[in-house]
């Protein structure tokens, strides 16, 4: 399986500012996608991180306020943006593979408070 | 669209009782379903995967799934629970595994009585 990091681990921000998440594994992947994990519930997949395009995102996210970059097979970057209390959330990379191995490994997450 | 259902929000199992957790799911084809478990500030860790073959799936620590196509289910298992198995535990679906972003369950939650 990769080994997935994930920096900051956690991290205190104030309202209207932005933070990069980056998300860095040990092997070139094929997919990565980016999840939020609010206060006591569950994922939401945000979106997925193209390697050399824009990322889809899913319903309810937008590019203005999560943008993502991929470089390269090994490295993504999450951004939230103009952050607002309800932003504290967790945040959690995972990656996957398009043939042969089904699971989707993640990362440690992010534990982003907003004040 | 894809949908995970979990039941139940909390359970509570003495140690050494056995243990299910339910998990049904809703897709259009067949679908890779799978259970993590998150214990308290840490990651996801994935217990086991369904995608094809067998129904009945092993996975680590002890644990065992059971697809049943007609239930549209896939609970969870493990015949015999230790304290360190207090958790977070979620079901997800994927319509390509790896490949797709998943959808999750709200999640169960574990709690064992000594």
């Known amino acids: 399986s990769a080994v997935i990091s994930q920096k900051p681990s956690r991290d205190i921000c104030q309202r209207g500012t932005s933070l990069t998440i980056q998300c860095q594994v040990d092997?070139?992947?094929?997919?990565m996608f980016w999840y939020r994990q609010q206060p006591g519930q569950s994922l939401t997949l945000i979106a997925t991180?193209?390697?050399?395009?824009?990322?889809?995102?899913e319903s309810g996210f937008v590019i203005d306020k999560f943008p993502i970059s991929r470089p390269n097979l090994t490295f993504s970057t999450l951004t939230v943006s103009n952050m607002s209390p309800e932003d504290s959330s967790i945040y959690l990379c995972?990656?996957?593979?398009?043939?042969?191995?089904?699971?989707?490994?993640f990362g440690p997450g992010t534990r982003l408070t907003v004040l | 669209a894809q949908s995970v259902t979990q039941p139940d929000i909390h359970i509570t199992v003495s140690e050494g009782a056995s243990l299910e957790l339910r998990c049904n799911y809703s897709?259009?084809?067949?679908?890779?379903l799978f259970w993590y478990v998150q214990s308290p500030g840490q990651g996801l860790q994935l217990l086991l995967k369904?995608?094809?073959?067998?129904?009945l799936v092993q996975g680590i620590k002890g644990f065992e799934a059971e697809f049943k196509r007609s239930q549209s289910s896939f609970n969870l298992r493990k015949p015999s629970v230790h304290w360190s198995d207090a958790a977070e535990y979620f079901c997800?679906?994927?319509?390509?595994?790896?490949?797709?972003?998943?959808?999750f369950g709200k999640g169960t939650h574990l709690i064992i009585q000594p």
């Open positions: 995972s990656v996957g593979y398009s043939g042969g191995a089904y699971e989707q490994f």
């Open positions: 092997s070139q992947v094929t997919m």
């Open positions: 991180a193209n390697q050399g395009s824009e990322a889809t995102y």
């Open positions: 897709y259009g084809a067949t679908p890779y």
């Open positions: 369904y995608f094809s073959g067998d129904t």
């Open positions: 997800a679906v994927g319509a390509r595994g790896g490949a797709d972003g998943l959808t």
